[in-house]
């Protein structure tokens, strides 16, 4: 099994900066939320804003969690299959209460229907937050464990937000079949 050994204090340390996930996972959270559902059309300016402002929202929170989850001692050899599983799973859900409160706080239940707009949102939101941290955190992780700059990683995932809606948009139409 493939693992990623954190061999020292310092090092253990320095993945776990709180400030750090937060505030990086803040920026993608707002950026993603945004051009995400903009870049496929959803031009809802109301639905855009509340997207990003609840992707940055929840970005804190999931960098909060990420960096208390890794500075724990038992991630002294973390195996890298379960780091890929756990950015994937934390990313769905990220993405989730994005697009559910995205939804929501437009008034989606307003508008009848509610319930249909609201899931349709939260599930391509997950789908596209499943993507964005599953790529993003291992080697975001591997940088913060070597104490490198991390802001063009962070970049990258910000310029790569707009493909996030196309992505979970063919992710959908694939298990549907629409």
Do not use: C, N
Request: hydrophobic share 55%; proline share 4%; net charge positive.
């Amino acid at each position: 099994m493939t693992t990623l050994t954190i061999p020292s204090g310092a090092e253990l340390a320095r993945l776990g900066e709180r400030r750090s996930w937060v505030r990086d996972l803040t920026i993608i959270g707002g950026v993603s939320g945004a051009l995400a559902p903009a870049a496929v059309g959803f031009l809802m300016p109301g639905y855009v804003l509340l997207a990003g402002a609840f992707g940055a929202g929840s970005g804190a929170v999931v960098g909060h969690l990420a960096a208390s989850m890794l500075t724990k001692e038992r991630v002294r050899r973390l195996p890298v299959a379960g780091l890929l599983v756990g950015g994937v799973g934390l990313g769905a859900l990220w993405g989730a209460l994005t697009g559910f409160g995205a939804a929501l706080g437009l008034g989606a239940f307003a508008h009848g229907g509610g319930g249909v707009l609201l899931a349709l949102s939260a599930l391509l939101a997950s789908v596209a937050g499943a993507i964005q941290l599953g790529w993003f955190w291992l080697p975001y992780a591997i940088l913060r464990a070597r104490g490198r700059r991390t802001w063009p990683l962070v970049v990258v995932a910000s310029l790569l937000a707009p493909a996030l809606g196309w992505a979970a948009l063919a992710g959908f139409a694939l298990v549907t079949g629409h």
